[in-house]
Protein backbone atom coordinates (compact mmCIF):
# COMPACT_ATOMS: atom_id res chain seq x y z
CA UNK A 1 0.00 0.00 0.00
CA UNK A 2 0.87 3.94 -0.24
CA UNK A 3 3.71 5.03 2.66
CA UNK A 4 7.20 5.28 3.09
CA UNK A 5 9.06 2.09 3.74
CA UNK A 6 12.49 2.14 5.38
CA UNK A 7 13.42 -1.54 4.25
CA UNK A 8 16.85 -2.99 5.26
CA UNK A 9 17.85 -7.36 4.33
CA UNK A 10 19.89 -8.71 2.10
CA UNK A 11 16.89 -9.33 -0.75
CA UNK A 12 14.32 -7.02 -2.80
CA UNK A 13 11.40 -5.09 -2.32
CA UNK A 14 8.51 -4.90 -5.28
CA UNK A 15 6.26 -2.36 -4.68
CA UNK A 16 3.66 -3.23 -7.77
CA UNK A 17 0.21 -2.11 -8.13
CA UNK A 18 -2.63 -1.77 -5.84
CA UNK A 19 -4.47 -5.18 -6.75
CA UNK A 20 -1.72 -7.19 -5.72
CA UNK A 21 -2.92 -7.12 -2.06
CA UNK A 22 -6.07 -8.03 -3.04
CA UNK A 23 -4.95 -10.64 -5.48
CA UNK A 24 -2.67 -12.34 -3.05
CA UNK A 25 -5.63 -12.21 -0.24
CA UNK A 26 -7.08 -14.12 -2.72
CA UNK A 27 -4.66 -16.42 -3.77
CA UNK A 28 -4.03 -17.04 0.18
CA UNK A 29 -8.00 -17.71 0.95
CA UNK A 30 -7.89 -20.41 -1.89
CA UNK A 31 -4.92 -22.73 -0.79
CA UNK A 32 -5.82 -22.10 2.93
CA UNK A 33 -9.48 -23.29 1.95
CA UNK A 34 -7.37 -26.42 -0.25
CA UNK A 35 -5.52 -27.31 2.74
CA UNK A 36 -8.33 -27.46 5.53
CA UNK A 37 -10.41 -29.44 2.64
CA UNK A 38 -7.44 -31.97 2.50
CA UNK A 39 -8.47 -34.94 3.46
CA UNK A 40 -6.81 -36.37 6.72
CA UNK A 41 -5.26 -39.48 7.23
CA UNK A 42 -4.05 -39.18 10.75
CA UNK A 43 -6.05 -37.53 13.45
CA UNK A 44 -4.69 -39.55 16.61
CA UNK A 45 -0.88 -37.98 16.61
CA UNK A 46 -0.17 -35.60 19.82
CA UNK A 47 -0.23 -32.42 19.83
CA UNK A 48 3.53 -31.99 20.47
CA UNK A 49 5.96 -32.91 18.07
CA UNK A 50 9.33 -34.02 18.12
CA UNK A 51 12.42 -35.22 20.17
CA UNK A 52 13.32 -36.93 17.35
CA UNK A 53 10.48 -38.64 15.85
CA UNK A 54 10.01 -38.99 12.21
CA UNK A 55 6.93 -39.29 10.50
CA UNK A 56 5.68 -40.07 7.07
CA UNK A 57 3.62 -38.30 4.65
CA UNK A 58 0.43 -37.32 5.42
CA UNK A 59 -2.49 -35.09 6.60
CA UNK A 60 -2.04 -35.25 10.72
CA UNK A 61 -4.94 -32.95 12.53
CA UNK A 62 -4.81 -32.01 16.14
CA UNK A 63 -7.61 -31.13 18.21
CA UNK A 64 -5.81 -27.88 19.67
CA UNK A 65 -2.66 -26.01 19.51
CA UNK A 66 0.32 -27.70 18.58
CA UNK A 67 3.99 -27.44 19.44
CA UNK A 68 7.82 -28.67 18.18
CA UNK A 69 10.36 -29.10 20.42
CA UNK A 70 13.68 -30.91 19.62
CA UNK A 71 13.67 -32.68 16.36
CA UNK A 72 11.61 -33.86 13.99
CA UNK A 73 12.31 -35.69 10.97
CA UNK A 74 9.57 -35.68 7.68
CA UNK A 75 10.51 -38.24 5.43
CA UNK A 76 9.54 -38.84 2.36
CA UNK A 77 9.87 -38.30 -1.91
CA UNK A 78 10.40 -35.37 -3.54
CA UNK A 79 6.25 -35.72 -4.20
CA UNK A 80 5.43 -36.78 -1.01
CA UNK A 81 3.19 -33.90 0.93
CA UNK A 82 2.80 -33.26 4.49
CA UNK A 83 -0.03 -31.10 5.80
CA UNK A 84 -0.16 -30.19 9.62
CA UNK A 85 -3.50 -29.28 10.19
CA UNK A 86 -3.69 -27.58 14.33
CA UNK A 87 -6.67 -26.19 15.77
CA UNK A 88 -4.61 -23.45 17.65
CA UNK A 89 -1.18 -21.81 17.62
CA UNK A 90 1.40 -23.93 16.68
CA UNK A 91 4.50 -22.80 18.69
CA UNK A 92 8.25 -24.54 18.32
CA UNK A 93 10.59 -24.39 21.57
CA UNK A 94 13.90 -22.64 21.38
CA UNK A 95 16.59 -24.59 18.69
CA UNK A 96 14.27 -27.26 17.51
CA UNK A 97 14.39 -28.06 14.05
CA UNK A 98 12.58 -29.31 11.44
CA UNK A 99 14.81 -32.24 9.18
CA UNK A 100 13.93 -33.17 5.53
CA UNK A 101 15.26 -36.75 4.90
CA UNK A 102 15.06 -39.43 2.00
CA UNK A 103 13.98 -36.53 -0.27
CA UNK A 104 10.81 -34.67 1.22
CA UNK A 105 10.38 -30.76 -0.01
CA UNK A 106 10.02 -27.90 1.92
CA UNK A 107 7.67 -26.69 -0.63
CA UNK A 108 5.24 -29.65 -0.04
CA UNK A 109 5.04 -29.05 3.74
CA UNK A 110 2.42 -26.71 4.87
CA UNK A 111 1.12 -26.10 8.53
CA UNK A 112 -2.31 -24.57 8.90
CA UNK A 113 -3.60 -22.91 12.04
CA UNK A 114 -7.76 -24.66 11.71
CA UNK A 115 -8.75 -21.56 13.96
CA UNK A 116 -7.47 -18.73 15.12
CA UNK A 117 -3.95 -19.66 15.88
CA UNK A 118 -0.54 -17.68 15.95
CA UNK A 119 2.80 -19.15 14.33
CA UNK A 120 5.79 -18.78 16.31
CA UNK A 121 8.81 -19.88 15.24
CA UNK A 122 11.56 -19.46 18.03
CA UNK A 123 14.54 -18.10 18.51
CA UNK A 124 17.56 -20.51 16.81
CA UNK A 125 15.09 -22.67 15.06
CA UNK A 126 15.36 -24.52 11.81
CA UNK A 127 11.69 -24.58 10.24
CA UNK A 128 10.98 -26.04 6.88
CA UNK A 129 7.47 -25.70 4.85
CA UNK A 130 4.90 -22.99 4.58
CA UNK A 131 2.95 -21.69 7.96
CA UNK A 132 -1.00 -20.10 7.34
CA UNK A 133 -1.97 -18.30 10.56
CA UNK A 134 -5.66 -18.01 10.86
CA UNK A 135 -6.97 -14.84 12.05
CA UNK A 136 -3.76 -14.17 14.12
CA UNK A 137 0.19 -13.32 14.10
CA UNK A 138 2.96 -15.26 12.89
CA UNK A 139 6.40 -14.54 13.84
CA UNK A 140 9.85 -16.28 13.67
CA UNK A 141 12.52 -15.73 16.12
CA UNK A 142 16.09 -14.24 16.12
CA UNK A 143 19.02 -16.53 14.71
CA UNK A 144 15.97 -18.86 13.17
CA UNK A 145 16.11 -20.19 9.38
CA UNK A 146 12.72 -20.90 7.82
CA UNK A 147 12.88 -22.89 4.18
CA UNK A 148 9.45 -21.62 3.52
CA UNK A 149 6.96 -18.77 3.96
CA UNK A 150 5.03 -17.08 6.82
CA UNK A 151 1.55 -16.01 5.69
CA UNK A 152 -1.52 -14.37 7.88
CA UNK A 153 -4.65 -12.84 6.77
CA UNK A 154 -5.31 -10.55 9.50
CA UNK A 155 -2.25 -10.34 11.31
CA UNK A 156 1.11 -9.18 12.06
CA UNK A 157 3.91 -10.56 11.11
CA UNK A 158 7.58 -10.07 12.77
CA UNK A 159 11.29 -11.08 12.25
CA UNK A 160 13.71 -11.61 14.52
CA UNK A 161 17.49 -10.93 12.79
CA UNK A 162 16.53 -14.37 10.75
CA UNK A 163 17.37 -16.18 7.43
CA UNK A 164 13.94 -17.00 5.38
CA UNK A 165 14.11 -18.52 1.87
CA UNK A 166 11.25 -19.62 -0.50
CA UNK A 167 11.22 -23.49 -1.09
CA UNK A 168 12.75 -24.60 -4.54
CA UNK A 169 10.00 -26.61 -6.13
CA UNK A 170 6.30 -26.23 -7.24
CA UNK A 171 3.93 -26.56 -4.75
CA UNK A 172 1.14 -29.20 -4.68
CA UNK A 173 -1.09 -26.01 -3.34
CA UNK A 174 -1.92 -22.97 -5.57
CA UNK A 175 -0.50 -20.07 -4.28
CA UNK A 176 -0.86 -18.52 -7.20
CA UNK A 177 1.50 -15.07 -6.99
CA UNK A 178 2.72 -15.39 -3.66
CA UNK A 179 4.67 -18.49 -4.76
CA UNK A 180 7.23 -16.37 -4.65
CA UNK A 181 6.24 -14.27 -1.28
CA UNK A 182 8.16 -14.96 1.80
CA UNK A 183 5.78 -13.34 3.72
CA UNK A 184 1.99 -12.35 3.03
CA UNK A 185 -0.44 -10.46 5.31
CA UNK A 186 -3.62 -9.06 4.00
CA UNK A 187 -3.81 -5.99 6.68
CA UNK A 188 -1.12 -6.84 9.77
CA UNK A 189 2.31 -5.09 10.43
CA UNK A 190 5.52 -6.94 8.74
CA UNK A 191 7.93 -5.76 12.10
Given at each position: ??G ?8 Q ?11 GT?Y ?27 L ?14 G?L ?15 G????GA ?7 N ?23 I ?8 D????I??G ?48
Amino acid sequence: GAGTYSVMFNGQYVSSSAGTTARGTSYLTAAYNQLIATTTTNSSHAAAFGSGETLTAGVYAIAGAGSIAGTLNLSGSSSDVFIFKINGALTTGAGSTVNLINGAQASNVFWVATSAGAMTIAATTIMKGTLFAKDAATSIGSGSTLEGRLFTNTGAITIGPSTISTPSGSSPIDLGELNSFALFTSSGAVD
